[in-house]
Structure formats: C-alpha cells, structure tokens
Nanobody, 127 residues
C-alpha cells in the first residue's frame, strides 16, 4: 500500500512561482512511477506531468511545458512540481499519483494508469 501526501500549495500572484511536494511511504520509492494531475472547479481532472521511477524520463502537458518542472528525489521519497510563470488558469487542486512498476523506467499520463492518489493541495493564482 502506498500513501501519498501533498504539500506546498497556496495563493500566488500571476507570474509567480510555487513548489508543491508529494511525500510517499509504504513502498520502495525508486519503484514508483509518479505523476501530477489537477482539477479545477467544474472541470475534469487533467494530466499535468509525469516522471519515471528513476526520474530520468518525464513528460508534460502542452499547457505547462516550459513553465513547470517535475522531479523526483528517491533518497527523500519525495516528488516535486516546480510551478513557474503561473497563470490564473493554473488554479486547481493538484494531486499526486503513484504506480508501482517493476522493470520499465517509463512515465504514465492517464489517470487510470495510477493506483494510488494523494488528497490534493490547492493552488490559487490571482490575476
């Protein structure tokens, strides 16, 4: 069983930066492929970024490419999402997700790929 806990959300002005974190426990962190998703009020949950178990492979949604950076610190069992150049449309609850993998060092971009989810952290961007 994998437990995930997000932190670091908050209120930030447009153009500003924020870092959200996802601490994992319950399973060897280096065998977790992970991702970030977000959900704005009245909208479907959408993919933001994903990272392979080693941290070497990443993928981003077009809407955040060049502004957000996903990373994974296997020594600290923590995944990060650095959010830069924030826009009002980035306002959402951000969720981290994890998938236990065996050999493949790849990323996963669909919510159904993941079996474990955190409770979410609110990011609000004021314009």
């Amino acid at each position: 069983q994998v437990q995930l806990e997000e932190s670091g959300g908050g209120l930030v002005q447009a153009g500003g930066s924020l870092r959200v974190s996802c601490a994992a426990s319950g399973h060897a962190f280096n065998w977790l492929a992970m991702g970030w998703f977000r959900q704005a009020p009245g909208k479907e949950r959408e993919f933001v970024a994903a990272i392979s178990r080693s941290g070497r492979n990443t993928i981003y949604a077009d809407s955040v490419k060049g502004r957000f950076t996903i990373s994974k610190d296997n020594a600290k069992s923590t995944m990060y999402l650095e959010l830069n150049g924030l826009k009002s449309e980035d306002t959402a609850v951000y969720y981290c997700a994890a998938k236990i993998v065996t050999l493949a060092d790849w990323f996963y971009a669909r919510p159904n790929d993941y079996g474990y989810w955190g409770q979410g952290t609110q990011v609000t961007v004021s314009s």
